[in-house]
């Protein structure tokens, strides 16, 4: 699989080897030649981190991922398109509006999501999990 997006966990997990990925979502990660991680991502992990659900070094450890050379992941950055497709993602099936833009950013570049989000999954776009 050439392209594939990542949720905020999904993302984090793969960077950390973490048995929580299943071997589908790990394996999708593992063959994608791109990975787009959401802008939001970042803001929703400085989030965590606030609320103490996260350590504090998690956000340097992916943004120093995002400058190795040949890395595979990606920031995708929150633009027009992406704003628009949010208008496919019902609020009603994903209420978290940082779940909304992940999964309009999935859509809006036709990539599967790695998510093991349940709302995400059962909203109608393409996921791994």
Same mark, same amino acid.
């Given at each position: 699989?050439?392209?594939?997006a ?19 979502? /790990?394996?999708? @990660? ?5 990975? *787009?991680?959401?802008?939001i991502? %970042?803001? !929703? #992990? ?8 996260l ?14 050379? /040949?890395?595979? @992941? ?5 633009? *027009?398109?992406?704003?628009?497709? %949010?208008? !496919? #993602? ?40």
């Open positions: 699989m050439s392209l594939v990542a949720d905020t966990h999904a993302a984090l997990w793969y960077l950390e080897d973490d048995k929580r990925l299943t071997r589908a979502a /790990g394996a999708a @990660l593992d063959g994608a030649k791109r990975i *787009l991680v959401p802008s991502c %970042l803001v !929703e #992990i400085t989030y965590l981190v606030e609320k103490g659900r350590h504090p070094a998690v956000l340097p450890r992916l943004i120093a991922e995002f400058e190795q050379p /040949g890395t595979t @992941l990606q920031m995708s950055a929150l633009d *027009l398109g992406i704003a628009l497709a %949010l208008q !496919e #993602i019902s609020r009603f099936d994903v209420p978290d509006l940082p779940d909304r833009v992940i999964a309009a950013t999935a859509l809006f570049y036709g990539a599967p999501l790695v998510t093991r989000d349940a709302k995400i999954r059962s909203c109608g776009i393409n996921t791994i999990w």
